[in-house]
């Protein structure tokens, strides 16, 4: 992440120490490193005195309001309806269109940010600051914070070790590198409880996830000689359970996790009738590649796509069983 890097790093303070008044956005339905690398920005921000405001289509997760600042995570709702920003930066967004709604708070002419490491980022800031050979985008702040001079303190250290942890799987996916690892020590000598924050986000689980996990596993098909395995979740399940998006998460992992299995899907049906696919590769088998051309992105192996009916669903599981290397 240093060398080739080194210019995107300074192009990424000199915005940041350009303006006044920034917005931090991230993805919708937003994730451990999504609300970590908001709040570490504003961490960031605040040292460098700046006026900063951070909001999100949808609301920070139950499990992740543990985390230092999330109270100042602003809906959409409670923005001044006249309320528009002029320098933006966009955390763990994909593309711009994850943004979602926020993005008609945008002014016109208005200068973006765009730190993340997803290997399908089409650039589409002013100022892009993308890496992605880094495991997290908390990891990419890691650096640019280091780049400021700024030594982190122990709240943001637990927002740095947060993204980094639910973006590696705990430490278990294959983008745990070395620096991976060097990065966590520093955070932990920093003061993040790195018990305590795996023990809240890893180990435990609500009843209505309990519940999702009962109903994914009864519902698993499996397909192409077993190397393909599908759960479905329909929005009247979500309702009848009182499960909110974030109960899903990690629930494509246990279609994963089955010995044989070279790709793992979660089929999420929404109430406009679409389906969200959230895919995972246990394997060579590139996922991101599959859910670009269904209008998607991700990484290599994991990745996600929205698809409009059951012909898009079975051109998806067709589309996968053709990218299986034969055996």
Not at 44 to 57: E, M, S
Not at 208 to 235: A, H, W, Y
Not at 247 to 268: I, P, S, T
């Amino acid at each position: 992440m240093s060398g080739g890097m080194h210019r995107d790093f300074e192009a990424a303070m000199s915005f940041l120490n350009e303006g006044d008044d920034y917005l931090v956005v991230s993805h919708v339905q937003p994730d451990g490193d999504a609300i970590s690398s908001t709040l570490a920005a504003a961490w960031l921000l605040d040292r460098l005195g700046k006026r900063v405001v951070l909001a999100n289509q949808d609301p920070v997760p139950d499990r992740l309001r543990f985390l230092s600042g999330s109270e100042r995570i602003l809906s959409l709702d409670s923005l001044a309806p006249d309320l528009r920003f002029k320098r933006i930066v966009a955390v763990d967004c994909a593309d711009f269109k994850r943004i979602g709604q926020l993005s008609e708070r945008f002014a016109e002419g208005a200068e973006l940010l765009n730190i993340d490491h997803h290997p399908t980022n089409d650039a589409y800031g002013v100022c892009n600051l993308i890496v992605p050979e880094a495991a997290a985008t908390a990891q990419i702040l890691f650096e640019l914070i280091a780049a400021s001079g700024h030594a982190l303190d122990a709240a943001a250290a637990e927002l740095l070790y947060t993204g980094l942890l639910t973006d590696t799987g705990g430490f278990r996916y294959s983008n745990t590198d070395t620096r991976v690892m060097q990065t966590a020590a520093r955070l932990l000598e920093a003061g993040a409880d790195g018990y305590r924050i795996a023990d809240r986000l890893l180990e435990t689980m609500t009843l209505p996830q309990l519940k999702l996990l009962r109903l994914g596993l009864n519902r698993m098909e499996f397909r192409f000689d077993d190397r393909v395995c599908s759960m479905l979740i329909t929005p009247e399940d979500m309702a009848e359970i009182g499960a909110a998006p974030e109960d899903l998460e990690g629930l494509v992992n246990y279609a994963r996790n089955v010995e044989g299995v070279e790709a793992g899907v979660l089929l999420k049906g929404l109430r406009d009738g679409s389906v969200k696919a959230s895919l995972r590769s246990g394997g060579t088998l590139d996922v991101a590649a599959i859910a670009s051309a269904f209008g998607g992105g991700g990484h290599i192996r994991a990745a996600g796509c929205r698809l409009e009916d059951d012909v898009q669903i079975e051109a998806l599981l067709s589309a996968i069983g053709e990218a299986l290397e034969p055996r």
